[in-house]
């Protein structure tokens, strides 16, 4: 199989190994400037934090932002920025690789779970269901069919700032990592740091507005924004926005990478 840093599959929990994903995608060679024995020592790490911290993304997601973080030119300015957290997963993984590229990391969130909106959401981009709550009992029991809850509705998806940062103190590096409470029109409109590398997985079309605003201003050239939203009609119809591009951000839209198409999407700031 060809790698595709900006693909999106599922995997079963059996296959989150490093030996697993090394032999069948063959990341030895696929992770930038890295030997192999600092790939594997890599994965490693990734795995025994899947296998023991609830994640909200899977495995090849965040080897696509691996991949780009490790391809950041070491003379792009900024920071690692994550936007919603969940219970920590990614931001113990993201901490590992800002240690290594000696960066710092920024973590906004509520840290209260979604806010409370009335965004209609319902199937993907595809027409498959969007993802049940994953805190319900339904949920819980491996369920998920079963779930009453609205899709993305306020207080979904919670993990407190104590469970983050004992994830991240665990599992992660906690020394680089800077951690930012409060809603993103109240937090990330008053960051004024560059950034190399954004992560947004927020789920809603309002957060993906603000993050978008106030992120793309401090995002240095060459630097990147992803999303793992991709698949969420209604975040997509955000990025299509030319209007809103243009009259909140301030700049013409950007070309972005498998919008519409893919699960993650990308845009680098030309």
Known sequence: MDFDPHCSQKFEEKTHSANWFAKKFNYFTLLPNLSKAESLHLLGRFAKITRNVKCAHDEMEILSAAFEILSIPKNIEGHILEAGCFKGGSAAKFSILAKMLNR??????????LPENSENHDTDIVGDRLPACLECQYCKEGKEYLCENGVYQGGTYKGSLDEVKNNIETYGEFA??????????????KFTENIAFAYLDVDLASSTRTC????????????????????????????????????????????IEGLGSRKIITITKR
Not at 177 to 182: L, P
Not at 230 to 239: A, K, M, R, S, T
């Open 176 to 189: 680089v990592c800077n951690y930012v409470k409060g809603y993103f029109e109240d937090t990330i409109s």
């Open 104 to 113: 710092k990391l920024y973590l906004f969130d509520s840290f209260e779970g």
């Open 212 to 255: 978008l605003k106030y992120i793309y201003p401090l995002l240095s050239k060459g630097g990147t924004i992803m999303s793992q939203d991709g698949y969420i009609p209604l975040v997509v119809n955000v990025f299509n926005d030319n209007d809103f591009w243009q009259n909140e951000v301030g700049v013409p839209k950007p070309t």
